[in-house]
């Protein structure tokens, strides 16, 4: 990536173009609606239903703005179509034991507009992002986590 366009994954992509879609489609029309609804109530200043309609509006239009610079000036890459074997780079889906706590977990590395660490999708501007990048399926490392230094060992990598 000798882009400095930031990276997105393709359903990274597709999930931000669907919110976007959301927000023009649906709910930029129930907030105009509100919007109209509580300027019939008449008096505007004192009007909390007016403001509020009108702040949602604020909001909206501006996560609209929002993604669409980001999918505009995003790169987007296809990792099913990377050919890098079994070492990691971005959009890597990476399988990894804690060694110190013996449980295992699924981190897939992402777009920095994409991550969610809920759903294991981790930035590939995070620290373990960068612990992972370069290295292979079996390879143990150390990261230096918040709560200290936690051992890793990669059990898999696969891209989807």
């Known amino acids: 990536m000798s882009s400095t366009r930031p990276p997105l994954t393709q359903q990274g992509a ?7 879609e959301y927000l023009k489609r649906v709910k930029r029309p129930e907030i ?10 008449g008096d505007l200043k004192e009007n909390a239903e007016y403001h509020a309609a009108r702040e949602m509006h604020g909001f909206n239009e501006g996560r609209i703005n929002e993604l669409e610079a980001a999918l505009s ?14 070492r990691i780079v971005f959009g890597a ?3 990894l034991i804690d060694l110190d706590a013996d449980t295992e977990v699924t981190y897939q590395i992402v777009g920095d507009l ?3 660490i809920k759903k294991n ?8 992002a960068r612990a992972l990048i370069g290295k292979s399926e079996g390879d143990e490392f150390e990261f230096k986590a918040p ?9 898999g990598v696969r891209y989807s």
Request: charged share 30%.
């Open 121 to 128: 999708l981790i930035a590939v501007s995070s620290p373990i």
């Open 73 to 86: 000036n995003s790169e987007i890459i296809d990792t099913e179509r990377l050919a890098v074997g079994k």
């Open 147 to 155: 709560n200290g230094i936690k051992n890793y060992e990669i059990t």
């Open 32 to 41: 105009v609606a509100a919007v109209a609804e509580a300027r019939a109530h």
């Open 114 to 116: 994409e991550a969610d």
């Open 14 to 20: 597709d999930r931000l173009r669907d919110e976007l």
């Open 93 to 95: 889906i990476v399988d």
